[in-house]
Nanobody, 118 residues
């Protein structure tokens, strides 16, 4: 079992920046791919970015490429999503996800609200 706790959401104006964090506890993350997903009101949850904990390789949704950066801190067992040049359409609840590559078990955090005003 992996417990994930997000923090760092909030309200920001369009064009601004925000960083959300996710701290993992309970297991070593060496076999995990960690990531961020988001869900806007009335929409399905969508992929934002992932990072392979071991290799550090990252993947991004086209909608955030060049604006968002996912990173990890091995010592703190944490991942971050640095969001720059935010747009109103980035408004959503952002969820941290951990997927064990060995058995495909998925773990989710409780989510953190990001609101971008125009």
């Amino acid at each position: 079992q992996v417990q994930l706790v997000e923090s760092g959401g909030g309200l920001v104006q369009a064009g601004g920046s925000l960083r959300v964090s996710c701290v993992a506890s309970g297991r070593t993350l060496s076999t995990y791919t960690m990531g961020w997903f988001r869900q806007a009101p009335g929409k399905e949850r969508e992929f934002v970015a992932t990072i392979n904990w071991s290799s550090g390789r990252t993947y991004y949704a086209d909608s955030v490429k060049g604006r968002f950066t996912i990173s990890r801190d091995n010592a703190k067992n944490a991942i971050y999503l640095q969001m720059n040049s935010l747009k109103p359409e980035d408004t959503a609840v952002y969820f941290c996800n951990g997927r064990n590559r060995l058995n495909s078990n998925d773990y989710w955090g409780q989510g953190t609200q990001v609101t971008v005003s125009s």
